[in-house]
Structures are given as structure tokens and as C-alpha cells.
């Protein structure tokens, strides 16, 4: 299976560095629905750069293929010289990401010109990848209501999975993360 993995921008949850509590939470949240995902045909996970659940979503599956070898990882562009307008330590982690994934390519070859790029990118996506495991609360909409949207819209039509991560479940896994870190042991480890 492919599988897209997109949500929330890093600021839409109130994140701005990369050491805030949350990511670890989100972090794990998304460990436990891969390694759930590699026992159902997982194969490859394919997202874009935002800054947020998409680059934690890479670090993650990275992390996982360094142990797990059937599992790639592919960093899809929306359009070219995307993230050329961020702050410098932004850009080099976002080029380290492209180069520790399988594979990475620019949907459209152009710089951002219009809106329709990012429907392009959507349409894409839904058209490449089997399902999507999506960070996103209809309470807390935020941008990934257009993913969301489009995903249903699809769904009308295709046979395509799709997996919400919404704040109940981010909560569920705040509280199994405390008690493994009181324990001391991964999200791989057992509590047993």
C-alpha cells in the first residue's frame, strides 16, 4: 500500500520549534499508526515538505525503514522552489529530509503561481497512494480540510482508505507516551 500522510501545519497546533512536547506525542501517534499500517501491506509513505505533520510524518517512516527495509519513503513537491522562502535552518532540514527519502519529485515544475497547483498536487496524491493517514479534527479545521475534503470526494468514486488522527486520539497517545517514558521504554517496547 501507499499511503499519503498529511495534516496540520506546525503553527495551526501551536508548535514552533521543533522541541515543544507536542511533536514527541504526535511523533509516537504516528509510530503506532505505521507500525500498525506495515502489518496491513504498508509499502511506501508519500508526503510534501509543509512544515509540521509532513516532515514528522518522514522522520518517523525514516526512522522505521532503518529497521524495516520493505518500507520507502518519498517527499513529493507540490510545485518548485517550494520552501525557497523560509528561514535558513528550515531549508536545510527540509533538503536533509529530501535526501534521506527513496525517492522525491515536483508535481508541477513551476513555482507557485495559483491555487490550482495545490488541487493538482491533491489530485495527485489521491491518484498515487491507496489511502491516506490524516492528522486533522473537524473540530480544529485548519488547512488540511481541504485534504479532508477532497479525500471524501474521492472516496465517492475510488476505493480509498482514510485514517483521521483527531485530538482525542492525540490525547490517548499523549497519555500512553507519559507512561512509556516513566517506564523508560520506546513505542516499540512492550509494557509487559
Known sequence: MRLWITGYRSYELGIFNDNDPKVAVIKYCLENNLNSLLGKGLEWVI????????????????????????????????????????????KIKLKELE??????????????????QLRNYQRFMLE?????????DKENEGKSRYDY???????????YFLQT????????????????????????????
Not at 149 to 159: F, M, T, V
Open 149 to 159: 475534503e477532497a479525500i471524501l470526494r474521492h472516496q465517492e468514486n475510488n476505493d
Open 128 to 136: 498515487h497512494t491507496e489511502g491516506c493517514l490524516l492528522l486533522y
Open 47 to 90: 508526503t510534501g515538505g509543509q512544515l509540521g505533520t509532513e516532515q514528522w510524518a518522514l522522520e518517523v517512516a525514516e526512522k522505521i525503514a532503518m529497521t524495516n527495509f520493505e518500507l520507502k519513503t518519498s517527499l513529493m513537491y507540490p510545485f518548485s522552489e517550494f520552501g525557497s522562502n523560509w528561514k535558513e535552518d528550515k
Open 165 to 192: 488522527i483527531d485530538m482525542f486520539d492525540l490525547q490517548d497517545a499523549s497519555e500512553q507516551y507519559q507512561e512509556t517514558q516513566s517506564y523508560g521504554l520506546h513505542s516499540d517496547d512492550s509494557l509487559l
Open 99 to 116: 535526501e534521506n527519502c527513496d525517492f522525491s519529485a515536483k508535481v508541477s515544475s513551476r513555482p507557485y503561481e495559483s491555487p490550482q
